[in-house]
Each structure stands twice: as structure tokens, then as C-alpha cells.
């Protein structure tokens, strides 16, 4: 998933520590 989709399901935490 790409940072936006991560932050769209309210996952910015997970793309954090995916990136």
C-alpha cells in the first residue's frame, strides 16, 4: 500500500514502520 492508502485507513503508524 502506498503512504495515502495507509493514511486513509487510518494506518499511518503501519507506514511508518513499513517505509
Given at each position: 500500500?502506498?503512504?495515502?492508502?495507509a493514511?486513509?485507513?487510518?494506518?499511518?503508524?503501519?507506514?511508518?514502520?513499513?517505509?
Open positions: 500500500a502506498t503512504k495515502w492508502e493514511m486513509d485507513a487510518g494506518g499511518f503508524q503501519l507506514y511508518i514502520l513499513d517505509k
